[in-house]
C-alpha cells in the first residue's frame, strides 16, 4: 500500500466535511500552514497524516491514496458567472467536492456496468442559431418528442445517457448543477429541498446548459438556459391554445397538473406568449402575493418529484447481479457502508452473481 497520498483529495474530504482550513487544520493537530502547504503539494502527505485525515474526516484510508483527478466549479456555478452572492464559498466548495465524489463513483461503477443510451444528446450552440426558441424545438424534433407536456422529464434525459442525482446540495441556494468529465456521462445534481416543478424546471435548465452552452461561456448563460427551459417544457404552439380562456389563478392551478410547472411559470409563459396586458399582469402578480403563492404553491397541486434511476440501477446491479455486498460496494466507492446509504439509499437483498459486465439501456 502506498505511503504517499493524494493532496487533492485531501482538500476534497475537507470541503465535503464543511470544514475551512484552519479547523481542519487543528483537528489533525497540524497548524494552517502546514495543511495548507500539504494540500498545495509543497509539503508531503505522508503516512500519519493520512491515517489522521482517515480518522478526522471519517473516511477510509485507502480513499486518499486514490490517483484521481480533482475537477474545479463547472462554468455554469463558478462564482464569476452568477448575479447574485446568495451561495457563500463554504458551500461552494462542498458542492465542488460531493460533484468530484460522484464522478470518482460512476467511474468506478462503470468499471463493471455500462449505460446504453437510447439516443444522443443534441448539440446546439446558442451562437449558430437564430433564437433559443428554436433550439429547444430542434432538441425535442432530434428526441422525437410527441407534442404537448413531457410526462417524466428525468426519465427522458436518463434515455439521453444523463446520470440525474438528488442531492440537498449542502444546504446551499443552488438548484442544480451539470458536471461533465473526459469518458464519463453528463451528471446533473438536482437540489432536492426545492418542490417537484421547479426540480423539473431545474432539470430543464441545466439540460440547456449541455445542449446549448458546449464552448465558451459568457454572461447571458443563465438567461438562456432558463428561456430554453420555458420552450422546452412548453412549446408555444402546444401551449397556447390552453390559454384560450381568460386567464386567471384558477386556470393557472388546473394547467399546473397537466404541464407539470409551477403556476408562476405558467405565468411568465403567458407572458411571454403576449397574451396578458400590463395591468393584467400586474394583477395576477398582486393575486399571488395576497395567496402567498410566490412563497409556497397550494400544496393541493404538488406532484412528486421523478424518481432518477440510473444510479440505483447501477447499485441494484453490483448488488443483485455481481454479488456485492454493501460492504464490498463501499469499499469499491471508497466510503464507510452508512455513508453509502446516505448518498444512495441501498436497502437491496444480494443476490448469486450472474455476468461479469452487464449493460444498462435507457
Known amino acids: 500500500m502506498s505511503d504517499m497520498g493524494n493532496p487533492d483529495l485531501l482538500r476534497v474530504a475537507r470541503q465535503w466535511r464543511g470544514l475551512l482550513q484552519g479547523d481542519a487544520a487543528q483537528r489533525l493537530g497540524v497548524s494552517q500552514a502546514m495543511l495548507s502547504r500539504v494540500e498545495n503539494r509543497l509539503s508531503g502527505f505522508t503516512g500519519d497524516l493520512i491515517e489522521r485525515a482517515a480518522a ?7 480513499f486518499f491514496i486514490q490517483t484521481d483527478t480533482v ?8 462564482p464569476m458567472w452568477r448575479k447574485k452572492a446568495a451561495v457563500s464559498a463554504r458551500e461552494m466548495d462542498q458542492i465542488v467536492a460531493e460533484l468530484n465524489l ?43 418528442m410527441p407534442a404537448g407536456p413531457v410526462p417524466n422529464l428525468t426519465r427522458l434525459l436518463e434515455a439521453a445517457g444523463i446520470v440525474v442525482v438528488h442531492s440537498d446540495m449542502a444546504g446551499s441556494a443552488v438548484d442544480g448543477v451539470t458536471f461533465s468529465a473526459p469518458g464519463l456521462p ?19 435548465h441545466e439540460l440547456g446548459h449541455l445542449v446549448m452552452h458546449r464552448t465558451q461561456p459568457t454572461q447571458q448563460m443563465e438567461e438562456q438556459a432558463n428561456e430554453f427551459a420555458s420552450f422546452f417544457l412548453m412549446p408555444t404552439q402546444d401551449i397556447k391554445p390552453y390559454y384560450a380562456r381568460r386567464i386567471d389563478l384558477r386556470l393557472l392551478a388546473e394547467l399546473k397538473p397537466v404541464w407539470r410547472v409551477s403556476m408562476a411559470s405558467l405565468l411568465m409563459r403567458a407572458r ?5 396586458a400590463y395591468n393584467q399582469e400586474r394583477y395576477l402578480w398582486q393575486q399571488f402575493s395576497i395567496a402567498k403563492i410566490r412563497q409556497g404553491e397550494p400544496p393541493e397541486l404538488d406532484f412528486a418529484a ?32 452508512e455513508e453509502l446509504n446516505a448518498l444512495y439509499g441501498l436497502s437491496i437483498t ?13
Open 102 to 144: 460522484r464522478l470518482m463513483h460512476m467511474r468506478r461503477l462503470l468499471r463493471a456496468v455500462e449505460i446504453e443510451a437510447t439516443y444522443p444528446i443534441p448539440a446546439l450552440p446558442v451562437d449558430e442559431f437564430e433564437s433559443v426558441e428554436r433550439i429547444a424545438a430542434l432538441a425535442r424534433a432530434q428526441w422525437q
Open 306 to 337: 421523478e424518481p432518477a434511476t440510473v444510479l440505483p440501477d447501477l447499485m441494484e446491479a453490483h448488488i443483485r447481479q455481481l454479488g456485492y455486498s454493501i460492504p464490498d460496494l463501499a469499499g469499491m466507492l471508497q466510503l464507510e457502508p
Open 272 to 276: 411571454s406568449l403576449g397574451l396578458l
Open 71 to 78: 475537477l474545479g466549479a463547472p462554468v455554469s456555478v463558478h
Open 56 to 62: 478526522v474526516f471519517g473516511m477510509p484510508r485507502t
Open 186 to 204: 453528463p451528471l446533473i445534481v438536482l437540489n432536492v429541498n426545492q418542490p417537484a416543478d421547479r426540480m423539473r424546471f431545474t432539470l430543464a
Open 350 to 362: 444480494p443476490q448469486p452473481p450472474a455476468a461479469a459486465h452487464l449493460r444498462i439501456i435507457k
